[in-house]
């Protein structure tokens, strides 16, 4: 049996140290591209969502749409993703969804930061007018071709530890559509 020429086996070795050097980077951009495409994806879903949502609340049908179509349409919409309505009618906090979930809020354009307790038309033709209560504003349903305003928010986590950490584990995503009612 020939022994092996020395130089054979340093350069497998120099080749696997090169490779555990080079690898974390290489996984790094990998998984960061990876998010940056879950970001084009929901970014692109909850402008979607948003608009589909905003026609059910102005559609003029039969039954007058209100708040739970509006919130089933957005679901159906987010391709799994869970969408709540915690305050339908606002206010539009700086508050944070949950990770990975969404908030869906419809108001009158331009919604307010705060409790309103007098509000504009702002919610669809088939819900009924409520006072103020809690965090939540005042219902008013919408009539005579009134504009309502449909707007999701997206709390984003990304996969790849180190983006999660410098973004604090949350990056929101938020899609807003304005369209007149028909009733």
Same mark, same amino acid.
């Given at each position: 049996?020939?022994p092996? !020429? &020395?130089?054979?086996?340093?350069?497998?070795?120099? @080749?696997?140290?090169?490779? /555990?050097?080079?690898s $974390?980077?290489l996984l790094l *951009?990998?998984?960061?591209?990876?998010?940056?495409?879950?970001?084009i994806?929901?970014?692109? +879903?909850?402008n979607?969502a948003?608009?589909?949502? /905003?026609?059910?609340?102005?559609?003029?049908?039969?039954?007058?749409?209100n708040?739970?179509d509006v *919130? +089933?349409?957005?679901?159906?919409?987010?391709l799994? /993703?869970?969408? +709540?309505?915690p305050?339908?009618?606002?206010?539009? %906090?700086?508050? %944070? $969804?949950?990770?990975?979930?969404?908030? *869906?809020?419809?108001? #009158? !354009?331009?919604? $307010? %930061?705060?409790?309103? =307790?007098t509000p504009? !038309?702002?919610? $669809?033709?088939? #819900?009924?007018?409520a006072?103020a209560?809690?965090?939540?504003? &005042?219902?008013?349903p919408a009539?005579?071709?009134?504009?309502l305003?449909? +707007?999701?928010?997206?709390? *984003?986590?990304?996969? =790849?530890?180190i983006?999660?950490? @410098?973004t &604090?584990?949350?990056?929101?995503?938020? /899609?807003? &559509?304005?369209f007149? =009612?028909?009733?």
């Amino acid at each position: 049996m020939r022994p092996r !020429p &020395a130089g054979k086996r340093s350069q497998r070795s120099q @080749a696997l140290i090169e490779f /555990a050097l080079v690898s $974390p980077v290489l996984l790094l *951009l990998l998984f960061g591209i990876v998010d940056i495409g879950r970001a084009i994806f929901y970014y692109d +879903t909850i402008n979607h969502a948003a608009r589909e949502g /905003a026609r059910v609340a102005v559609r003029a049908s039969n039954q007058l749409p209100n708040n739970g179509d509006v *919130l +089933t349409k957005v679901s159906s919409q987010m391709l799994g /993703a869970p969408v +709540t309505a915690p305050c339908p009618q606002g206010p539009l %906090t700086g508050a %944070t $969804p949950p990770a990975n979930a969404a908030w *869906l809020f419809i108001t #009158e !354009p331009n919604p $307010p %930061t705060s409790i309103e =307790t007098t509000p504009p !038309p702002n919610a $669809p033709g088939g #819900e009924y007018s409520a006072n103020a209560s809690g965090g939540c504003s &005042a219902v008013n349903p919408a009539g005579g071709n009134a504009q309502l305003q449909v +707007t999701v928010r997206f709390n *984003l986590v990304l996969v =790849t530890p180190i983006f999660a950490q @410098a973004t &604090a584990d949350h990056i929101v995503i938020s /899609a807003a &559509a304005v369209f007149r =009612t028909e009733y």
